[in-house]
């Protein structure tokens, strides 16, 4: 029989952009949809499964130019593994049709169309009833060294640009997360990201999507060490890392509207076309830093220690392994292990 886990929420949610991340030509080759759905469906813990999954908007997943017709296929396809679909991903970059929130007007269209495009396939998969949570995740498809070319003026740019997407996203009745990474300009670190929330001051449609692997780069200031929390060479002493969890956690968290459970072992990787970016580990890689469960907690809990309830779902992602270890079933089952601990140490029942 099934063990009834303590919490129902938040949802656990699989992502499927891993079998795309740091693919292609120069690296491995994409793992389809299909095969992403079968193994996020294959897990199993104690009875207890995946619930949903999260989605990026481009091929050769689900094109962002999806007809009605095709996204009833989909929302058939997603149902019928018994998920709902939660955030999805709007391809923003110029390789994928956007362009960069801070370059021309040109480029600035062009991100604010693949805003567009997102809100109204979002939509459409609320109306298809398959979609009864979840964001549009964004970030500034800029390079952080084309940023600091002239700081002030590119996030004066970037923050317009997100205001107008802004405009759309509620023309859709969609919320956007901006995921903040070192690999984007302008949101590369923390103090970067909150000014950035800050300027376009719309937090009822913009908030932040954190993810554990990428937010732990943030405390040690990769890409801006004036912004480094932890003190240099503190060994990974784990009362200087909680101390500056805590810290960054008090100013991003009541931004924070999504959630990526995730693993890091504090180092940077990139792949593909991917920029170097948070290295995500399996939640049993002997040298993540992180404590997931526990670490968790600064994001999931507020200052009283209550939850934030913030997000109906959360979801685990882990960019640029290789294909041979998500091919494992193993490896899932691990990864929803992990997560089940998490919403019963975090979570709540409703």
């Not at 801070?102 to 609320?126: E, H, P, T, Y």
């Not at 240099?232 to 805590?246: H, K, S, T």
């Not at 990526?260 to 290295?279: E, R, Y």
Request: net charge negative; proline share 6%.
């Amino acid at each position: 029989m099934p063990q009834e886990s303590a919490n129902n929420y938040p949802k656990l949610h699989n992502a499927m952009w891993p079998g795309l991340v740091g693919k292609g030509p120069d690296s491995e080759p994409p793992i389809d949809l299909d095969t992403m759905l079968d193994l996020t469906a294959a897990a199993e813990v104690n009875g207890e499964r995946f619930e949903g999954v999260d989605l990026f908007l481009f091929d050769p997943h689900v094109s962002i130019d999806s007809t009605d017709d095709d996204l009833k296929k989909l929302a058939d396809k997603v149902r019928g593994k018994g998920f709902v679909v939660g955030s999805v991903v709007a391809p923003v970059w110029p390789p994928t049709g956007g362009g960069s929130a801070m370059g021309d007007a040109g480029a600035r269209a062009s991100f604010v169309n693949q805003v567009r495009k997102a809100c109204r396939i979002a939509k459409k998969l609320r109306e298809l009833g398959i979609r009864p949570y979840g964001v549009v995740r964004i970030d500034s498809a800029a390079s952080p060294s084309e940023w600091l070319k002239d700081p002030a003026g590119n996030t004066k740019l970037i923050a317009e640009t997100f205001g107008e997407a802004c405009d759309v996203a509620e023309e859709y009745g969609e919320r956007l997360a901006a995921e903040g990474e070192i690999c984007w300009g302008g949101m590369h670190s923390w103090r970067e990201m909150l000014y950035l929330l800050e300027l376009v001051d719309r937090p009822e449609t913009l908030g932040f999507q954190a993810d554990m692997a990428h937010t732990l780069l943030f405390t040690l200031g990769y890409n801006a060490p004036e912004h480094r929390i932890v003190p240099e060479n503190f060994n990974w002493n784990r009362d200087a890392l909680e101390g500056a969890l805590e810290a960054l956690t008090m100013a991003l968290r009541p931004w924070t509207i999504d959630f990526h459970i995730a693993q890091n072992d504090g180092t940077v990787k990139g792949s593909g076309s991917h920029d170097k970016t948070g290295h995500h580990c399996l939640p049993t890689d002997p040298n993540g830093k992180l404590d997931i469960v526990h670490d968790a907690g600064y994001w999931m809990r507020d200052e009283e220690g209550q939850p934030v309830r913030a997000f109906q779902h959360v979801c685990w992602d882990g960019g640029m392994f290789p294909n041979a270890t998500m091919m494992q079933p193993q490896t899932w089952n691990d990864i929803l292990g992990t997560m089940i601990a998490v919403r019963n140490a975090h979570g709540w029942r409703a």
